[in-house]
């Protein structure tokens, strides 16, 4: 192991071009949490690059030559006689004991509970995230949003390889009962669907039991390759489903609907900038915290609207909604109502803004 190590040691790291993150790492110790290719190790290695050489150590777990009990036997003293100061486990595994050093850093799908150390969650990119890979900022930006989704590594494959690639990729990360779930939440995302149901129409395919189901079901949430929002005030009610990024929905099911895929794509910006958000019937999201409302209408015309309007009328009165936000592809403007201020506001605009 100690050849392995040397190895590592000296090999130099590299990784493409990098676009900063909203989130960094500073000289604290840090466990990175996000799903695969979310950019936990360009983000690890980005910083490792801005230290001196011999200072930082970096360790990929899933090298299948690493022995864990020899590497714990000797981690410890190789950092000490090597002075490294950074300590870097990518795809951490629990069997591994940390070595003393200034700081650590350990990327993993799962949270680990660590208390010494801190927690960042690394999702995919929102929106503004996304631009800094676009040449120009124009209106064909949020045309590739919505065909690319918020993996950095999709901005490097040919149109013809991104379906198939990803498949590849989420059936390597997942088992196969937690990608079955998936590709199921892929065909129903932004509609009501709960554990249950998904095992009654997976147990028609394949032999597996509730038990298992609910576990891997549990560990796609745990993991945040699935969301679900609950309805207000109704925490028994069947929650609405969401996937970890819209590029999923094409790449795991052949189901068209525009309109549940944006409602995805706003749900993943309101949980990057982490609002509360719940649905209620006729209604997208309603923000407590905010008294607003979002309604998800990428195509909409004054008629329509009105009549949504209407529709929820009661539960505007009842929950004194100050702000209704229509989130549309490209038409913006104002509509009078009495009860609210109705703002129609395209996605990019909104995305960008506080």
């Not at 989130?23 to 840090?30: L, N, T």
């Not at 929820?312 to 229509?326: D, G, P, R």
Request: charged share 30%; net charge negative.
């Amino acid at each position: 192991m100690e050849i392995l190590l040397e190895e590592f040691y000296k090999t130099d790291l590299h990784i493409d071009k990098y676009h900063d993150r909203k989130v960094f790492i500073d000289e604290k110790s840090y466990q990175i949490n996000g799903i695969t290719k979310s950019g936990k190790t360009q983000l690890v290695k980005s910083y490792l690059l801005a230290h001196k050489k011999n200072s930082y150590l970096y360790i990929d777990c899933n090298d299948i030559r690493i022995e864990f009990d020899e590497l714990n036997k000797i981690l410890n003293k190789f950092c000490q006689e090597n002075r490294i100061d950074i300590l870097v486990l990518d795809n951490y595994k629990e069997s591994i004991k940390f070595p003393n050093v200034s700081q650590l850093l350990i990327t993993s799908e799962h949270k680990y509970n660590i208390p010494e150390i801190d927690q960042i969650d690394l999702y995919p990119l929102d929106y503004e995230e996304f631009l800094a890979y676009e040449h120009k900022y124009d209106s064909s930006a949020l045309n590739h949003f919505f065909q690319l989704g918020g993996l950095p590594v999709m901005h490097k494959l040919y149109i013809d390889e991104r379906n198939t690639y990803l498949q590849q990729v989420f059936q390597i990360a997942l088992d196969d009962v937690e990608f079955d779930i998936l590709t199921m939440c892929a065909k129903f995302n932004s509609q009501k669907l709960s554990a249950f149901m998904i095992y009654e129409r997976l147990k028609t395919k394949r032999k597996i039991s509730k038990d298992k189901l609910y576990k891997s079901f549990e560990a796609l949430l745990e993991k945040k390759y699935i969301h679900l929002v609950e309805k207000y005030n109704h925490t028994k009610a069947t929650k609405k489903i969401y996937l970890c990024d819209t590029s999923l929905k094409s790449a795991l099911s052949i189901e068209k609907n525009f309109g549940r895929l944006f409602e995805n794509m706003v749900y993943l910006e309101l949980l990057k900038k982490s609002r509360d958000a719940y649905y209620e019937d006729e209604i997208d999201f309603y923000l407590p915290n905010k008294d607003e409302i979002i309604l998800c209408k990428p195509f909409t015309d004054e008629r329509r609207l009105f009549k949504k309007l209407e529709s929820i009328e009661a539960f505007l009165f009842t929950h004194s909604i100050q702000k209704i936000t229509v989130i549309t592809m490209n038409k913006e403007g104002s509509v009078s109502h009495p009860l609210a201020s109705v703002n129609i506001i395209p996605f990019d605009i909104w995305a960008l803004g506080d």
